[in-house]
């Protein structure tokens, strides 16, 4: 398999979510820049909702997005439905403000009344219960330590009704173990994926985001990501540990060309890439 380029990947096809309604103003727009390039808020929650169907044999309503950042998730998944909920935590005031300006103002009224966002930590055990929790753009990276990563397991296992589902996204190869900068270009500018450093002792590494836009001088770090780059088995075994009945992989599959086509199915046997995406999805 040729290799699965991390930087544009980890979006899983995500840049032709742009919002075309937000056009780039005077001053620089990260949030707008980062939708653009790295979700595609309508085709997750398909996702999430096909697959989460598929294994309960019914449909969930309460969706919880954490790590939210401007929650565009939890907005897509309330115009799914019109008995959907969605509910967003994130310790960031800036990009749930954001959100609410830019991405909540555009729902209808009653869509807007089942969007709940907690400003909040996600291992709070009094936040609302959810049918789907869904940790996304691999933020729970953030945990650098076993026990920090399983109380965050183990507070979604709390957190997710009794047929409750959690998915995490997770990325991985060869490519992420060494500083490399990949470009994505689109139309009026490019994205930028850098991994800067990789320590093999403790798997921690630090990534950047950047953006050029056309005509204008290459914006460095306007995003940074402070991780430790865990494993699928080291993420399964501590879902388990904390109590959940079934984790399945998700692997993405590949075009003619050997790159990522946002497709996932499960597997049992991974590939060998360079780098590679995947979902964790976890049963109570």
């Known amino acids: 398999m040729e290799t699965t380029k991390v930087g544009s990947e980890m979006s899983k096809n995500k840049a032709h979510g742009i919002h075309t309604k937000h056009k780039k103003k005077e001053a620089f727009d990260k949030y707008f820049y980062y939708h653009a390039s790295v979700q595609s808020s309508d085709t997750d929650v398909e996702f999430f909702e096909a697959t989460y169907k598929q294994l309960k044999k019914k449909r969930a309503t309460v969706f919880c997005e954490d790590f939210c950042g401007t929650f565009a998730n939890s907005c897509s998944w309330v115009k799914r439905h019109k008995d959907n909920k969605a509910i967003g935590v994130d310790l960031d005031p800036e990009p749930i403000e954001y959100g609410k300006q830019h991405y909540l103002s555009e729902l209808n009224k009653d869509q807007q009344k089942r969007v709940t966002i907690y400003n909040d930590n996600v291992l709070n055990p009094e936040l609302p219960k959810a049918d789907i929790i869904a940790g996304l753009n691999f933020s729970y990276f953030i945990f650098k330590t076993r026990q920090q990563l399983k109380d965050y397991l183990k507070s979604c ?62 914006r460095q770090k306007v995003f940074t990501y402070d991780w430790r780059m865990w494993s699928i088995p080291e993420i399964r075994d501590l879902l388990e540990e904390v109590g959940f009945k079934k984790v399945q992989v998700y692997w993405e599959g590949t075009d003619k060309d050997g790159e990522g086509d946002g497709e996932f199915k499960p597997v049992s046997v991974g590939e060998e890439c360079e780098a590679w995406v995947a979902y964790i999805i976890a049963e109570k």
């Not at 950047?208 to 836009?213: E, G, L, P, Q, S």
């Open 157 to 218: 296992h709390h957190r997710l009704k009794k047929d409750g589902v959690l998915f995490l996204d997770c990325f991985g190869g060869s490519q992420c173990q060494e500083p490399n900068e990949e470009e994505t270009e689109h139309d009026k500018f490019s994205y930028f994926w850098d991994q800067d450093s990789f320590d093999p002792v403790n798997n921690h590494a630090m990534f950047y985001i950047h953006f050029k836009v056309k005509g204008e001088k290459k």
